[in-house]
């Protein structure tokens, strides 16, 4: 029990223990620690999470398992162990669409020197620049999606918006409990501005998660934060002009900005193996302010969004 403690105690603070024999020390990085540990200084977790694998891997998997709005929302930013993966699920066709469409949406992610890394999940990466245990910060480039040949018959006779890029950078810290539950609470913001195709306007997205372990094998986590949107991000997939409402047979709207939407998701994620996990979750988005009383929305949608999904990772750190 003593050497799984230790285990559990690196994976928590994301140092790494060595150990050749029963008899040996465990030794931190500099960063953590200036000197070795022994099995018996560390406290055994109530609940001890899994022995081979770091909690890390748990936090990003279960992001992946609901991938599409995640990383609109600048959350896909969490420090995980080498990866690949898939994810599967539904999300909503457009933004305040009542309809729902189903995809896969594949991942990874490298370790690159210390505490960097580069992510990739779907439409979405991300490069940690900062070599410190706690804090994290560096560039973000996404591809969001537009708004053409849907289901809704009204809304496909507005404007069509085809997908474009945007870029911007995110900052964070997160925080590990290693006395008594072992826990992990990270927040952060992540700000974003169009930077070509049909993509208009910005966002920034303050966000916040918490993860637990409930065993060796199963671990739950939750998240929340808001998206602010900028007037030509609002305009543009909320608005409704003169021209737009003759053809629809929606009123004229305009559409400024502010709070676009409120969200929180619960997610939980078992290891099946040393190397194999799997997890489900899902994602709530609230509309809020000019977007949940466009009649885009009001009329011909739901300021109640909702994607559920799941995911299998397979990890070789």
Not at 153 to 169: F, H, M, Q, R
Request: aromatic share 12%; proline share 9%.
């Amino acid at each position: 029990m003593k050497s799984n403690a230790v285990w559990a105690y690196g994976a928590l603070d994301k140092s790494y223990f060595i150990a050749s024999g029963p008899g040996d020390s465990y030794h931190r990085p500099p960063e953590c620690s200036s000197r070795f540990i022994r099995p018996e200084e560390v406290p055994m977790p109530a609940f001890p999470p899994a022995v081979e694998r770091r909690l890390d891997v748990l936090v990003a998997f279960a992001a992946l398992a609901v991938t599409p709005p995640l990383t609109a929302a600048g959350l896909m930013v969490d420090v995980v162990p080498d990866f690949v993966g898939l994810g599967f699920g539904t999300t909503t066709e457009w933004m305040g669409s009542a309809d729902q469409v189903g995809g896969l949406v594949p991942a990874a992610r490298v370790q690159l020197e210390g505490h960097r890394f580069a992510e990739l999940y779907g439409p979405f990466g991300d490069v940690n620049v900062l070599d410190h245990p706690n804090w994290e910060f560096g560039p973000m480039l996404s591809f969001r999606f537009g708004r053409k040949d849907v289901e809704d018959p009204v809304v496909n006779s507005l404007p069509p918006i085809d997908g474009g890029v945007e870029a911007g950078v995110f900052g964070g810290y997160h925080y590990v409990n290693t006395q008594g539950v072992p826990w992990r609470l990270r927040v952060g913001v992540s700000a974003m501005t169009a930077i070509g195709g049909d993509a208009t306007g910005s966002q920034v997205t303050p966000y916040a998660s918490f993860w637990m372990p409930l065993s060796r094998t199963v671990f739950v986590g939750m998240g929340a934060g808001f998206t602010w949107s900028s007037d030509s991000f609002m305009r543009q997939r909320f608005g409704v002009s003169p021209g737009a409402a003759a053809v629809s047979g929606l009123p004229v709207y305009t559409a400024g900005a502010g709070v676009r939407q409120f969200y929180a998701w619960p997610a939980v994620v078992v290891r099946l193996s040393p190397r194999w996990f799997a997890g489900a979750g899902a994602f709530y988005q609230r509309l809020t302010g000019d977007a949940a009383d466009s009649p885009i929305v009001t009329r011909r949608g739901d300021p109640n969004q909702w994607t559920v999904g799941g995911g299998i990772a397979y990890t070789w750190r």
